[in-house]
């Protein structure tokens, strides 16, 4: 085992603890043999002592005692992709929590994998403990899958559940986050969706049976988000999420990370504080949907061990659903052409005309209104405007938001949020 | 393939439409070569002349070109058996979707082929399309799981959903579900807890590695449930689903199908229609959720399939999540030492001292009332009492209900229905 923070200690914890019942289930023990780190006299609350320590991780493959490596450290390239690499090239097991690794280099380490004959597994990397890689890779595998999404960062849940609750800003509970441990002290991997992005790239692939595109994924995160854009869509019958979410059809595959209006009816509507869920919608099986701890030391330790768990029962599965060699490279769908309702949110000066501006600049656009909430009660003195469009092309509904931005009228950036309809 | 209804006509309808992805999931064609029913000229919408007939089905095990026999028949007993003993003794894979055969054969038949070293599946048999054995056989391997639980009936959660949504009566509903096909028209199986517990069993012994003991479910089902109680609940916080409900612990294993109150918070209490749901609680993964289509001819082929390709990746695993022979033989837990809330619905004349009978009867049971809704409306002139207790023994409310059942003041059965806590 290559890294000993947080997950490793978990996975050291958990293999100690439900040892006989994983020998039950597994047909074999599973033990560590050896670990490595940056660090090796850190106290981390677990013994170490009993491993044999490796000071030059890439050793970890060498061992003849070594059947699988597990790889904690984290980072998409440097010592995680060097130790992935020769542990697959050495003919040996491969499990990893390493999202960004896999989101980036996942078809190449799978090409290693499949030439040696062994397994890649990376349940750890997507949702946490939630089994939804196997969950996608195996238990949905008999779908032609159109769509997957889901709430795939559990800081950002964390931070719009609370500023729901509590009607507060998002840097007052971004920085309550921070004090508690929940965000980074950098938290723009989170807030600005990067995280997501690497997950959902995965889920993707592995639903679509489509190459892993992590530089298609558009990320917009939630640092925009107020209180006001929550209130307001709650108003309107919403929940704000950021969704990050997948689509293959005739166009393309589409791919976006953004914070998203959900209905009430919506099963991610119910989805609170630091969880994570996904949704999968296949031809046969309809709408699954899987729910559960996205992250933290226990769930993360379990899907590791799980992956153990498989190698020991010498199931080794294609990482990706099915061989590299046999995965499309659809083409990126265009965004304008999605039809969808849209939630806009502005401030407004607070004077005669302005609703008439905003109104021709929707009609001029072809874009027209569900429901129009409006408030004269900024701080400014101004008025705030929350409107839901019917459904329409995206574009039609960026040139209302370039038509109304000329306004002299707006007294802020506009919000735009997609609305995930059912 | 043996058994040509709604789930055998699926899953060639899948096996047809999916063929070209199945293959490059499974990494080889899954294809159909022979099939077997009682009758071979009904119309069954698809077309099985390309397929070899056989006339009996347990000749399907002895084909030369047969792999895996898919069982789709029914039934505990009689010619499902006879299929798998046959398919499993002559090394063949084995898939069903036999919830009955399962839970009350299913070791036998995990012996059968751990003895042969192939594959049982039986993903279609719990929760149709929602990959739950898999997420605990395999996703859920590293848990000690303490808790499982969910909604395993389809039919009853349609009649209790739409008893809550139009305020009508059980009879008025299962009428309708009857004329609409969502209910058999002996509807005794589903509505009585039967089918749940034959579920409920199969998902015990995978999760808590104890034999299987579907003889130690205790059953109530939704018959006697009324509008008024689904519209009590709802006023006090809680849904009313029939949850089945399993839980392991020192004082042995407990497995029980009852109408159950669902906190708002909780997220069954979202799962509507005819959907199926499972949670279960593990000791490093905490709570995981598992919701979708429980039934159907799509969501049922696609479980079906999912094993299949299962099976041509040559994952064969064990059945039960570990070799029968490791299986615990807990003993039953009695359900009078469970600490609970419990709902307690009563029908009463509307005279002075009735109130002070309950009660007294509530406190010489040392039972405590945590609310109470007394309301003086129901058609007779009587008066309605619906309470919630706080967490004491389950036997506790019981002396309560028997000591209050001795009154004469009551109208009607006393209804009794335990709350499901987080």
Same sequence: chains 1, 2.
Avoid at 179 to 208: N, R, T
């Amino acid at each position: 085992m290559a890294g000993l923070g947080t997950v490793g200690g978990g996975v050291i914890r958990l293999l100690d603890a439900n040892r006989a019942l994983i020998e039950r289930r597994a047909g074999r023990p599973i033990e560590i043999v050896a670990v490595s780190a940056r660090d090796r006299s850190k106290d981390r609350g677990v013994d170490i002592a009993r491993f044999r320590w490796v000071d030059d991780m890439t050793a970890l493959a060498e061992g003849g005692d070594v059947d699988v490596v597990v790889e904690l450290i984290g980072g998409s390239d440097g010592p995680a992709l060097a130790l992935a690499r020769k542990t697959l090239g050495a003919g040996k097991a491969f499990v990893t929590a390493n999202k960004a690794m896999i989101a980036h280099h996942g078809l190449a380490l799978a090409e290693l994998a499949e030439t040696a004959g062994v397994a890649l597994k990376y349940e750890a990397a997507v949702a946490g403990g939630i089994p939804v890689i196997k969950g996608l890779r195996e238990g949905a595998a008999a779908n032609e899958i159109t769509r997957v999404y889901g709430i795939l960062n559990g800081t950002c849940n964390y931070i719009l559940t609370t500023m729901e609750t509590d009607r507060r800003d998002f840097g007052d509970v971004l920085a309550e986050a921070q004090a508690l441990g929940y965000a980074e002290s950098d938290p723009s991997f989170d807030i600005d969706g990067v995280d997501a992005a690497h997950k959902l790239s995965i889920l993707a692939s592995l639903s679509f049976g489509s190459a892993l595109d992590f530089k298609g994924v558009v990320a917009t995160g939630i640092r925009h988000v107020t209180a006001a854009d929550i209130f307001e869509a709650q108003a309107l019958g919403f929940r704000v999420r950021l969704v990050g979410m997948a689509e293959a059809d005739g166009d393309g595959l589409f791919q976006r990370v953004h914070p998203c209006l959900v209905p009430l009816s919506h099963p991610l509507a119910h989805v609170t504080g630091s969880l994570n869920a996904v949704v999968a919608e296949g031809n046969y099986v309809g709408r699954l949907f899987f729910q559960g701890a996205g992250a933290g030391d226990g769930p993360t330790a379990s899907a590791v061990v799980a992956d153990l768990i498989d190698v020991a029962r010498g199931e080794v599965g294609p990482a990706f659903a099915m061989p590299v060699g046999s995965l499309a490279h659809p083409p990126r769908a265009d965004s304008g052409d999605r039809i969808g309702r849209s939630f806009i949110r502005l401030t407004v000066e607070d004077r005669a005309g302005v609703l008439a501006e905003i109104a021709m600049a929707m009609r001029d656009a072809g874009v027209s209104i569900e429901s129009f909430i409006q408030r004269g009660v900024t701080e400014d003195g101004g008025a705030l405007i929350a409107l839901v469009t019917h459904a329409c092309p995206e574009r039609c509904v960026a040139d209302a938001l370039e038509r109304m931005t000329r306004s002299a009228s707006l007294t802020g950036t506009p919000m735009l949020m997609h609305i995930l309809d059912l």
